[in-house]
């Protein structure tokens, strides 16, 4: 039995690593280095379902499907500046921005996952 945990990082470019290459993105540096604060190092599986420039209703879209495919232990949420960044334009949902991060939160728990929110 192994004790490798799937973490999915979901989210915006904050995730993607934006405007760097996904190699420069925390996901990518977490990986990494997460063995080096573990008492005992395990290969964990980072995902990285960034998306530059999507609002919450984007990500909430996506989370469904990434849960199903990857049936993640860990689920790292990071959205919500681009909903206040086209606040003022056609796109802009902020009223609703919070009732979706809550639904990603509740989906992801529901699925037996652990969530973090950043």
């Known amino acids: 039995m192994t004790n ?12 993607e690593g934006y405007p760097y290459d ?21 290969d964990d599986l980072w995902i990285n379902a960034g998306i530059s420039g999507q609002l ?19 689920v790292i949420l990071s ?6 960044i086209f606040l003022d334009g056609p796109r802009g949902e902020a009223d609703s921005a919070w009732s979706n991060i809550q639904a990603m939160a509740a989906a992801a728990l529901q699925s037996g996952a652990e969530m973090i929110l950043t």
């Open 22 to 42: 996904l190699e420069d993105s925390w996901v990518a540096h977490a990986e990494q280095h997460w063995n080096r604060l573990r008492e005992n190092p395990r």
């Open 79 to 84: 959205c919500g500046t681009n909903d206040f």
């Open 56 to 74: 919450t209703s984007e990500i909430r879209f996506r989370l469904g499907p990434a849960l199903n495919r990857y049936r993640p232990d860990l």
């Open 4 to 15: 490798r945990k799937t973490i999915l990082c979901i989210g915006d470019s904050i995730v």
